[in-house]
């Protein structure tokens, strides 16, 4: 019999990938931290809030235990936000073995400090056990009905990220590896952020032409900085980069595409977020990414005015006005 699969996290993200891994046959524990939902869950055999539309095979077993969740298995998949990451991996560590895998699907860099998932992981962990993050264009529900799907798994690691590909990899999803966890996390990051200068835009009313230059002076920034923090250009323009950009900024199932259409349309940050009704990320990453940029020496000014319009006040058309008014330059 097939090892178990822990998956922390029973948002919408960890609840499409357990019925992704389940679909293949092996058993898949789903832990969340609140009791009652997870009851629910395990009555209901579906996830009611998130993706209430997939029911669960029968080889998820949703927990509120998490030694329950953990015992027995050597395949560990975190599906948090940013910001309870760090307290996740200490919940974890005592119960850690030396060879258990450990792979995480969050977006975005720790919020107060700015540093990548995986330095946080090296420094919670000691590096006792092989670690992987999986990046890339991908809506929860789609990957959750069986849509086709491809993402990248990527860990400094190279025989670890391949045996990640291979691990979630079939059916309809379809995993690359990569040794370039810089790259893989700066995309899923800051893609989020420019998702929301594309819904601001939208909810403006400026129409396609503003949407394709934002997108792609988006990218720019995207490779300004992970050229300045070490990431590889080719994965800057590959799925995790160039791909994840140009799902979140296009396809209003996207939360933060969807933040900022409302902002663009008058409504406040809060009210938005709150209507969502789910973690938007970039409205936490737009000042890591701002700060990013001042620490690495590199312009940013999208990313830049959506930090401003989030946490300044800034009225949404003003930010654009101050981006068309900005010297002209040559392109590349």
Request: include cysteine; proline fraction near 5%.
């Amino acid at each position: 019999m097939a090892e178990p699969t822990a998956v922390l996290g029973a948002g919408s993200w960890g609840t499409a990938l357990a019925i992704h891994l389940a679909r293949a046959g092996g058993e898949v524990r789903l832990w969340g931290r609140d009791p009652a939902v997870m009851a629910a869950m395990a009555e209901q055999r579906r996830n009611p809030r998130y993706l209430p539309d997939n029911p669960f095979p029968d080889q998820i077993r949703p927990t509120a235990d998490l030694a329950a969740a953990l015992d027995g298995s050597r395949k560990l998949l975190i599906a948090v936000p940013s910001e309870a990451f760090r307290p996740m991996l200490r919940q974890i560590a005592p119960r850690l073995r030396d060879e258990t895998g450990l792979v995480w699907v969050t977006k975005g860099l720790e919020p107060d400090s700015g540093r990548f998932l995986h330095e946080v992981a090296q420094e919670e962990l000691d590096a006792r056990c092989p670690m992987a993050l999986v990046s890339g264009p991908s809506f929860a529900g789609e990957v959750a009905r069986g849509l086709p799907t491809a993402v990248v798994a990527a860990s400094t690691d190279e025989a670890f990220a391949a045996e990640v590909a291979g691990w979630l990899h079939g059916g309809t999803l379809r995993v690359y590896s990569s040794t370039d966890m810089v790259g893989v996390a700066l995309g899923g990051a800051f893609k989020n952020v420019l998702a929301i200068a594309a819904g601001i835009s939208d909810g403006l009313g400026f129409g396609a032409n503003a949407r394709a230059a934002l997108i792609t002076r988006g990218l720019a920034e995207l490779m300004r900085l992970g050229l300045r923090a070490g990431a590889r250009r080719e994965t800057l323009v590959g799925l995790s980069g160039m791909g994840d950009l140009v799902l979140t900024c296009t396809d209003d199932q996207s939360r933060n595409r969807r933040l900022g259409l409302a902002l663009g349309r008058g409504e406040r940050a809060e009210a938005a977020i709150r209507d969502i009704g789910q973690a938007v990320e970039g409205a936490r990453t737009a000042g890591v990414a701002v700060r990013k940029a001042a620490e690495l020496g590199v312009e940013m000014p999208i990313c830049q005015q959506v930090e401003r319009v989030l946490y300044d006040g800034l009225a949404p058309a003003d930010a654009v006005a101050e981006l068309l008014a900005r010297d002209l330059k040559p392109e590349f």
